[in-house]
């Protein structure tokens, strides 16, 4: 059977164009240590009434996202909100620095302390309350408080990790697989449960 190669000007063009493309979104993909296998499941409800002896169940027409192995289900940011504030007001202040700042296909943001306060219009201790109220548990393994952080802190200074479950803009499948491809062996945390990231 004959083989035919079609590797012309125009594909080679594409190859490389897509190639770079590729490149810069890997760029802003590090290490993660929040749940990428994010599981949609129905929500049901079951009714029952004095009147009738079998109860109904319905399945809500919105979709949950279980996260990981602790069956921590939301829809949203939205959901957490009211968990971040309770444990600060000012929660929602760093919550809208990441989104004004998180790149493109990127699960990471720099908070420099000084330009946060500065854009805030807060106290430096202001900023350390919201913060350690987004911030996952400081144990090196992976916990169930994962799937209600917002931020996991880096050996890099003023470097987080996004939960990317809440915050992530672009193409989310197309991050999950160049996640894996990048990071095959997943993320590795360092004794005060940072995550360990060499760039």
């Keep these: 059977m004959p083989r035919f190669a079609f590797e012309t000007k125009a594909n080679k063009k594409v190859k490389e164009i897509i190639a770079d493309k590729t490149n810069s979104k890997l760029e802003n993909i590090i290490a993660t240590p929040f749940t990428i296998d994010p599981e949609y499941v129905d ?12 109860p109904k ?8 996202v279980k996260l990981g192995n602790y069956c921590v289900c939301m829809q949203s940011i939205g959901d957490m909100f009211p968990y971040w504030l309770n444990k600060s007001a000012y929660a929602g202040l760093i919550i809208g620095y990441i989104l004004k700042h998180i790149q493109l296909y990127g ?8 330009e946060f306060v500065s854009w805030a219009g807060c106290h430096r201790q202001r900023f350390y309350e919201a913060l350690n109220a ?20 880096t050996t890099k200074k003023s470097i ?12 989310y499948d197309e991050f999950v697989t160049l996640y894996e491809l990048k990071f095959p062996n997943g993320c590795k945390l360092d004794s005060k449960g940072r995550v360990i990231i060499e760039r």
């Design 160 to 171: 987080y990790v996004v939960n990317h479950n809440f915050i992530f803009r672009r193409n």
């Design 134 to 153: 987004l911030l996952r548990p400081a144990v090196p393994y992976p916990c169930a408080g994962d799937n209600l952080a917002l931020l996991a802190a």
């Design 43 to 54: 929500r049901h409800i079951t009714v029952s009434s004095k009147e009738e002896s079998v």
């Design 57 to 64: 169940e319905f399945i809500s027409i919105s979709k949950q």
């Design 107 to 114: 699960n990471f943001v720099e908070i420099p302390e000084k």
